[in-house]
């Protein structure tokens, strides 16, 4: 296990630079184009949809690290909405239909991640 471990840290590592410089190059023009206002709307949506997926998990239970839990999913909700966002001005839908898309997407990246962390803590134990 700890080589598997150590393998996918060292693909990781020698894969991360070039990733992120081919999504420089890529988003470099979709980036600039959109106003900072859209932007900032994006991330204010996506916040408050994975809040509300966040608020009600902890409706649930207490996760024992909450810090992380929360990180987790923010982060996790802002992905979702950005990539939903990027997707609609792709396809050229009109601002509400995007806005709503945003909102689903973010709640619903929060939501999977729910499930995705019940389902490995089952597996592993932790």
Known sequence: MKRAL???KIIIYVLWPATVWASGLALNDAMKSVPMFAWLTV???SMLAGLAALLNRLRDEMPQRLGLFIG????SSL???VLTFFIGERAALDGMTEAISVALAAYAGAAALDKLAAKFIDKSGV
């Not at 987790?72 to 982060?75: D, L, N, T, Y």
């Open 6 to 8: 150590f393998f996918l």
């Open 43 to 45: 991330f204010i949506i």
């Open 72 to 75: 987790a999913h923010m982060v």
């Open 79 to 81: 992905l979702a909405g």
